[in-house]
């Protein structure tokens, strides 16, 4: 009931900036947490940041801290994840993904709680 599209990758150098952007469809979309997970190969996904479905309250990875900022405009029915300073580390495969439960008070960095998935966009970061 909620499709997701990831879009932004690309190489960039180390330093670097990206934007990746995450269409959404579904009536139910605004009312839903939005994550943005990762996967480097031969690790496994793991989380990167989470917004709220009021964008209200944002919850980043240590790795990302300070450096990635997540935001949504409901209205437009999209995602964002600006990404500052990458480095090679950050390189891998980031997928969107929507919360399975509406209206989550608490958001949840576990990757078996979102339903939806894209189908990921490639960062690479050169060194």
């Known amino acids: 009931q909620v499709q997701l599209r990831e879009s932004g990758g690309g190489l960039v150098q180390a330093g670097g900036s990206l934007r990746l952007s995450c269409a959404a469809s579904?009536?139910?979309?605004?009312?839903?947490?939005m994550g943005w997970f990762r996967q480097a190969p031969g690790k496994e996904r793991e989380f990167v940041a989470v917004?709220?479905?009021?964008?209200?309250?944002?919850y980043y990875a240590d790795s990302v801290k300070g450096r990635f900022t997540m935001s949504r405009d409901n209205a437009k029915k999209m995602v964002y994840l600006e990404m500052n300073s990458l480095q090679p580390e950050d390189s891998a495969v980031y997928y969107c993904?929507?919360?399975?439960?509406?209206?989550?008070?608490?958001?949840?960095?576990?990757?078996?709680?979102?339903?939806?998935w894209g189908q990921g966009t490639q960062v690479t970061v050169s060194s």
């Open positions: 993904a929507a919360d399975r439960q509406s209206l989550r008070v608490v958001v949840t960095t576990t990757r078996s709680e979102y339903k939806y």
């Open positions: 579904g009536r139910t979309f605004n009312s839903r947490a």
């Open positions: 917004i709220s479905w009021s964008g209200d309250t944002k």
